[in-house]
């Protein structure tokens, strides 16, 4: 288990910059951070030593931190420390690996993958494999996450709007041609720490092949890619299309870390509907939704709480701005014309 995480962290951080690490402990998201890797793989053993526990889930920020000191390190040890303010994406600068979950198909997601299913997610990551080297991808890092299979691609790109945009696009594209996880694309990812127990069938998570050397994929290559599946580029959408609006509302709630479990067309715009209300915290699938109309104006209601009635999308946002930081609604100046829409 120690072997298995040091060589996880060396692959991913071999320069020993600063490494996010989290679990779950009584409902709570436990965080510490450490630029040593013997440390990370000790507690992760002594988390996982006592064999009539079950395992935690142990994650680990995939993307280099920023440097500052709001990222200094945070203890770690048996009893693990509660640090307030986990990194998000817009504290990234720097976007180190591509990222494509080939999860089990089932349909209780809540329950572990049985041999089978892991067999048939192995069939379509070789297939996903084998579709992205004809583009120019090269060999992937391939991961055992316990109930399924992670490709991850090297490469180097600047966290802008325009790299948010093609990783998103990246992803839909491939869930929709291999039924991948369709929301594995954030600039501030946490994935499994290989080494560690998965909790959810209890099976070990390793890696399963890494690449000598390990080559990068360009950002011209995924756009190529992207390009030939008829998706436009980043400069050239449009905002009437209503397709940028909607770019920018997805990415809102993902820096807002809002569960979206559906997106819908609604008279003529789009709707998200979420888990969970965050005025009243009633938890539910599609309980409140944001939503897009026609006209590219933003909405929001909650159905739970009567008195969530009067909170409308102004309120909304600066809520979870509040919360989270403010987030820019202006399209980028390359859609022609269009300058600050809300």
């Not at 500052?68 to 693990?80: I, K, M, V």
């Not at 997610?121 to 055992?144: M, N, S, T």
């Not at 127990?197 to 209890?202: H, M, R, S």
Request: charged share 25%; proline share 6%.
């Amino acid at each position: 288990m120690i072997t298995e995480v040091l060589r996880t962290l060396g692959v991913f951080h071999p320069n020993n910059d600063l490494v996010e690490v989290r679990t779950k402990w009584d409902n709570l998201t436990l965080i510490g951070r450490q630029r040593d890797h013997k440390t990370i793989a000790r507690w992760v053993g002594q988390m996982n030593s006592d064999p009539s526990d079950l395992p935690p889930n142990i994650l680990f920020t995939l993307n280099q931190l920023p440097p500052g000191s709001l990222w200094e390190e945070a203890p770690l040890n048996s009893t693990f420390y509660t640090i307030d303010g986990a990194v998000k994406d817009v504290n990234i600068t720097r976007i180190g690996w591509l990222f494509v979950d080939v999860d089990a198909l089932r349909e209780d997601t809540k329950k572990p993958a049985t041999e089978a299913e892991i067999q048939e997610a192995a069939a379509r990551a070789k297939q996903a494999i084998v579709f992205l080297y004809g583009y120019g991808f090269p060999e992937p890092v391939v991961a055992f996450s316990g109930n399924g299979w992670h490709l991850l691609y090297k490469t180097k790109l600047l966290n802008l709007p325009e790299t948010s945009w093609m990783l998103r696009s990246f992803t839909k594209l491939m869930h929709g041609l291999f039924k991948t996880d369709s929301q594995s694309h954030g600039a501030s990812q946490v994935l499994r720490l290989y080494g560690s127990v998965n909790p959810k069938g209890g099976r070990p998570t390793k890696l399963e092949s890494v690449p000598d050397p390990i080559h990068e994929v360009s950002e011209a290559t995924i756009l190529k890619l992207l390009t030939a599946h008829s998706i436009k580029p980043y400069a050239t959408r449009t905002a009437a299309d209503g397709h940028a609006l909607d770019d920018t509302m997805d990415a809102f709630l993902e820096h807002c870390e809002l569960e979206v479990v559906a997106v819908e067309e609604y008279q003529g715009g789009t709707k998200w509907l979420l888990s969970e209300c965050p005025f009243c915290g009633y938890r539910k699938t599609g309980v409140a939704a944001v939503f897009r109309s026609a006209d590219g104006k933003f909405g929001f209601k909650c159905f739970h709480e009567p008195t969530c009635g009067d909170i409308g999308w102004k309120e909304f946002r600066a809520q979870m701005e509040e919360g989270h930081g403010k987030f820019s609604f202006a399209i980028p100046p390359t859609f022609e014309g269009v300058t600050e829409w809300l």
